[in-house]
């Protein structure tokens, strides 16, 4: 009887931890979604560049996130690149690379 | 009394054709039937076709989205300067829209909107109307001629061009310098700040210069702009002026253009009288005429408030503004255009959800000026939603092009195509 209960409160636990992170989950997606949408412009929809901007869809997300790293420090030469990546947190980095990760190319 | 069958029908049929007149400012029925919900867009510039696009990706198309434009064919202002220059064809930055209606399924229609009953969340248009569940205004500018006395949309069309939306009027403003004497004078007069485009009249100056320096090298760009200074990339401008083009363009700050003599191609400050060869007068700008009719233009009697979390209009529930038309401390370009349309269609999706949309919008801007044919600089930022002041705010680290370059213009390059590509395919 006692294991059961013990048991029944891990589901719970399992459940009430895992249901909030599940929809915090769902809305930061969103979020990436949303921030990803603007580099559009120069990198395709959804990071599929149809022409001279390096691809975004697919790449390795430890590969985008040293990359916006370098440019927001300096450490790698950029003509635009470091300007956007300046306004952005490096744990935005972390979800737009998530996100374009996501993406098939 | 008793209904028979017959009866019922011919009173449904009657109750239903009531139900498609909803009042007499149309003349036919709904041009398209809806069926769900439905978001309507007035404008397929930048702002609308991203808006459309984008509202059925990111509903799994499960929102009708209906696309109002009145022109056939998309046409790119950005990189039109480069048509004066002689780098780009007006046909370079033509498409058309059938890949919005086929693969997204887009409803296109065609056509000029006559009125907006926002109470009866209603679009009429010559031959019909269209019902809403959420409207988004996406007009563009529209032109202040009033301003400048002497100057209409006839004399526009006629002899003095803007040339400000691109099409018919860059093609012209094209033909004017290549019949311009050598030693002549092309004077471009710049409005007050906020037009569409800052940066636009410095490049067209680049532009024009471009094309002088190799065919009429004694000629002069004469640039009368109504602000004190030049507006955006002004160390990049100047630079290009100076090495690329010396001595050819004057550049004379606070000349606000008052009156045009058309007969006479002459242009009238407060200061003198400016006699050139070909006239390029930009007229001051406003929120395009559709706002009006929607009823969201609270600002300066010009443009439109909006709350920048779903671009809802302050003034008119369920009616959404995008691109130029909004009041804002944001660039008026193609490419703010598509990202306040981004933000504008993820929360109109939420809010026919019953859901709070994204509560820190975060939107880049990059936008190419081509300073020769072959040599571009840049102003690149990112703005983002402050809570306090409910307003957009430029982040840190934006800022110009260390200086011009052939990279850029590559660069330049690659944007129109992907912007072009991001919008319409």
């Known amino acids: ?105 | 009394m008793s209904l028979d069958r017959r009866d019922f029908l011919k009173l449904s049929a009657a109750g239903i054709a009531l139900g498609v007149f909803p009042g007499c400012a149309t003349s036919g029925g709904e041009i398209v039937r809806k069926k769900g919900q439905r978001v309507v867009i007035v404008g397929g510039g930048f702002g609308g076709a991203t808006a459309a696009k984008y509202i059925r990706m990111w509903s799994n198309n499960q929102i009708e989205v209906v696309l109002i434009e009145r022109n056939a064919t998309f046409v790119s202002c950005p990189m039109s300067n480069t048509v004066l220059g002689g780098s780009r064809t007006i046909a370079d930055l033509t498409q058309g829209y059938d890949t919005l209606k086929k693969k997204y399924g887009i409803e296109m229609v065609r056509g000029e909107v006559t009125a907006i009953d926002p109470q009866k969340q209603t679009v009429m248009l010559a031959d019909g109307y269209l019902s809403y569940d959420r409207l988004i205004i996406a007009p563009g500018v529209d032109f202040n001629f009033g301003k400048i006395e002497g100057l209409s949309a006839k004399v526009a069309e006629q002899s003095v061009p803007h040339a400000w939306k691109a099409g018919a009027q860059t093609v012209m403003l094209r033909k004017q310098m290549e019949s311009m004497r050598d030693g002549g004078v092309f004077a471009i007069s710049i409005p007050k700040m906020p037009y569409r485009c800052p940066p636009g009249p410095y490049e067209r100056a680049c532009q024009v210069a471009f094309y002088l320096k190799n065919n009429k090298p004694k000629s002069k760009v004469l640039v009368l702009d109504a602000n004190p200074d030049i507006v955006s990339k002004k160390g990049l401008f100047t630079a290009a002026w100076k090495d690329l083009y010396p001595g050819m363009v004057e550049y004379r700050p606070n000349a606000m253009v008052v009156q045009v003599d058309p007969a006479g191609n002459i242009a009238k400050t407060e200061f003198e009288d400016i006699k050139a060869d070909v006239l390029n007068v930009i007229p001051p700008m406003k929120a395009g005429a559709v706002a009006n009719m929607a009823g969201v233009v609270n600002v300066d009697n010009n443009w439109c408030a909006v709350d920048f979390l779903s671009y809802e209009s302050s003034a008119q529930k369920n009616i959404h503004v995008i691109g130029d038309a909004v009041s804002a401390p944001l660039p008026k370009s193609g490419h703010m255009a598509t990202s306040q349309a981004k933000v504008c269609a993820a929360a109109v999706i939420e809010l026919l959800q019953g859901q709070a949309p994204d509560q820190n919008p975060t939107i880049a801007n990059t936008c190419y000026s081509m300073v020769s044919g072959s040599e571009a600089v840049h102003v690149a930022n990112v703005y983002r939603f402050n809570a306090e002041k409910r307003a957009m705010v430029a982040a840190e680290g934006g800022g110009v092009s260390a200086q011009r370059s052939e990279v850029e213009a590559m660069l330049a390059n690659y944007w129109l195509k992907n912007i072009m590509d991001d919008v319409l395919m």
Not at chain 1, 5 to 30: N, R, T, W, Y
Not at chain 1, 50 to 76: C, E, H, I, N, W
């Open chain 1, 1 to 105: 009887m006692k294991m059961i209960k013990q048991q029944m409160f891990a589901i719970a636990c399992a459940i009430g931890l895992a249901l909030p992170m599940a929809s915090a989950h769902a809305e930061v997606d969103k979020h990436a979604r949303n921030l990803a949408a603007s580099c559009a412009a120069c990198h395709g929809t959804n990071g599929h560049s149809v022409g001279g901007t390096p691809l975004l869809a697919g790449l390795d997300k430890g590969l985008f996130v040293s990359a916006m790293k370098d440019f927001k420090s300096g450490a790698r030469p950029a003509t635009v690149m470091h300007q956007h990546a300046k306004g952005y947190t490096d744990k935005e980095f972390e979800m737009l690379a998530d996100f374009f990760a996501a993406q098939k190319r």
